[in-house]
């Protein structure tokens, strides 16, 4: 179970923080704890091998329907030797210029829209977090993130 616990998600759920003990797969994996099967999009600069095997964790005890991965082409020049692992557990990635940090879950309930200032990877830095099911603040970054230009190679 997620290390972390989040206040029961629902309609007009906001909490924001900042703090250097919520691990952004932590909170991917309390999202689906409580929402259920979900489809995700993750949007970062980099990507670590610990979130990747956290994901794929996620996704063999079926709580990830699908997954989607936008990283930065700087940085998965800087982490080739993960790349085969992110093949196997992502459906899809993209590539493009992009510092953002944005995860969309879309479950039966609710979305929930996870941002700040953490990569998906492991920080032991303090990191800003944003974890909200409001509808104004998911559709325009849903929005801005369809507009990507992006590739896949």
């Known amino acids: 179970m997620s290390k972390i616990e989040l206040d029961q998600i629902g309609p007009d759920y906001l909490r924001a ?3 250097n003990t919520m691990q952004l797969h932590n909170i991917i994996e ?3 704890g409580q929402l259920g099967v979900s489809k995700v999009t993750v949007v970062t600069f980099s990507v670590s091998e610990e979130f990747i095997r956290k994901i794929w964790m996620l996704r063999n005890k079926k709580m990830i329907d699908s997954i989607i991965l936008i990283l930065d082409f700087k940085a998965a020049q800087k982490i080739k030797k993960i790349m085969k692992l992110c093949a196997n557990v992502f459906d899809q990635i993209h590539y493009c ?3 953002a940090k944005v995860v969309i879950l879309d479950a039966a309930k609710f979305s ?3 941002t700040g200032s953490q990569n998906a990877t492991r920080g032991n830095r303090t990191e800003s977090i944003l974890i909200t099911t409001r509808e104004e603040i998911i559709i325009p970054f849903r929005e801005k993130i ?4 992006t590739v896949e190679l």
């Not at 369809?146 to 230009?149: G, M, S």
Request: hydrophobic share 45%.
């Open 30 to 32: 309390c999202v689906v």
């Open 112 to 114: 929930v829209c996870v």
């Open 97 to 99: 210029k992009i510092h």
């Open 17 to 19: 923080d900042l703090n």
């Open 146 to 149: 369809k507009d990507l230009k």
